[in-house]
């Protein structure tokens, strides 16, 4: 065969490539065949070899595979598209449709847990527990930037979608999604919070779009959404107090009743700790000094009577609530803790402590259970020089009530959600 030729006619090679098994096979496409192997690989092929779409060539073989050439496309080395992959492709028109040549060969993936290729306009992964899925665009873009399937998301587990306001490409992944608009440009979701957006009835519902990547907060993983967030934390670790209504207590052990548990399942106590510790200014507005989000080593003020301020050091943050520690120049002195927790209570437990707050009467007339907050104040009083916002159950439920009044109000109007979880988990 000569070593030149014209466009439309055989692939271009050196004749000592040429082969016959079944067909001739010739050229560019008879060298890819004795390079990945030859008849121990591909078998006989099926057909000649054949013109394609802007003047390139192709074969079958009987071994579920093809070669594709054009003097175009990777350098003009023709290129092999095998199995389920290659079904995938020949559903989308081969050469011929969106995703047009193919630029490698079929290569394994990282750990080799599974197979792709790439094509002119996107790519084709597959593994066994996910099959073969396209990813092109501006989605297979930033999943490239994550990792491809080495990183958070995966595999894909679909071919890329559009919203039913069609606006928007996406994919899912074994881990989380992509989403893609001209708005936010593509923006992945982990697992854990594409769930709980989900439940909110996904970009139709109250939080929109994902606007942003999501972030690392708290070893959790917090995502901003256009109207709002969503966070899933693991479990932090953290033992907090116990709450009872005995005695030795310290001054007072005050609980808030919120809403009925059954009423707001999307608030259980520790998304409920978690609405609050984000946006604290707003619920905790009497308090002075605070962040907006709480963390351990944050210091506060309480207010008193006489205009005031005492501070206080946050010194533990668990799943569903926190403990404050009295510092020096508060009038109690240092070293008195306030613990403030939410918790799914009934009326009859032994954890619930003076009942207070606009619910109060329908808390104790109820049989069902209550999301409560619940506010403790304790330690020693030996060094206090003055009645203090700890030292008086009236202060503590001028500071507090307004305080429950408001997170009993606008947390179950928020659309924040929370979760406790993995937020890459699958």
Request: glycine share 12%; with cysteine.
């Amino acid at each position: 065969m000569a070593a030149t030729m014209t466009a439309g006619c055989l692939s271009v090679s050196t004749s000592a490539a040429d082969a016959f098994h079944g067909h001739w096979i010739y050229g560019r496409i008879a060298e890819t065949y004795e390079r990945l192997g030859g008849w121990a690989t591909f078998g006989d092929a099926v057909t000649d070899e054949l013109p394609a779409t802007r003047n390139g060539r192709y074969q079958h073989f009987a071994r579920e595979s093809s070669i594709f050439w054009h003097p175009h496309v990777s350098g003009g080395v023709a290129r092999q598209v095998g199995g389920r992959i290659r079904d995938q492709w020949a559903a989308h028109s081969w050469e011929r449709g969106p995703l047009g040549y193919p630029d490698t060969d079929e290569l394994p993936t990282y750990g080799n847990t599974g197979r792709y290729n790439h094509f002119e306009g996107g790519s084709v992964f597959w593994s066994p527990a996910t099959g073969a899925h396209v990813v092109w665009g501006l989605v297979r873009d930033r999943w490239s930037a994550l990792g491809w399937e080495r990183g958070a998301l995966g595999f894909p587990t679909t071919d890329e979608r559009t919203t039913p306001d069609g606006t928007t490409k996406f994919n899912h992944f074994q881990h989380g999604s992509i989403y893609w608009n001209p708005t936010h440009g593509a923006v992945e979701i982990p697992a854990g919070i594409f769930r709980l957006w989900g439940e909110g009835n996904y970009e139709r519902g109250a939080l929109g779009y994902a606007a942003a990547s999501p972030d690392t907060v708290d070893e959790g993983i917090v995502q901003q959404f256009e109207h709002g967030e969503i966070g899933v934390f693991p479990p932090t670790g953290v033992t907090l107090p116990a709450v009872s209504n005995s005695a030795d207590l310290g001054r007072y052990a005050l609980t808030y009743p919120l809403f009925p548990a059954a009423s707001q399942e999307t608030w259980p106590a520790a998304s409920v700790f978690r609405e609050v510790s984000r946006h604290y200014s707003h619920y905790f507005a009497e308090f002075a000094g605070c962040g907006e989000h709480v963390t351990a080593g944050m210091v506060c003020s309480l207010p008193s009577a006489s205009g005031r301020t005492y501070p206080m050091e946050v010194t533990q943050v668990g799943d569903d609530g926190m403990v404050l520690r009295t510092r020096e120049g508060h009038p109690e002195g240092s070293g008195r803790t306030l613990l403030i927790r939410f918790e799914s209570v009934s009326p009859s437990s032994q954890r619930v402590g003076s009942v207070s707050g606009p619910h109060a009467e329908e808390f104790r007339a109820s049989r069902e259970s209550w999301i409560v907050m619940h506010v403790v104040a304790s330690g020693s009083e030996e060094t206090m020089q003055l009645a203090g916002p700890l030292s008086s159950v009236d202060v503590a439920q001028e500071v507090f009530g307004p305080i429950a009044q408001r997170v009993s109000a606008d947390v179950p109007r928020s659309v924040n959600r929370y979760a406790m979880g993995q937020g890459w988990g699958s």
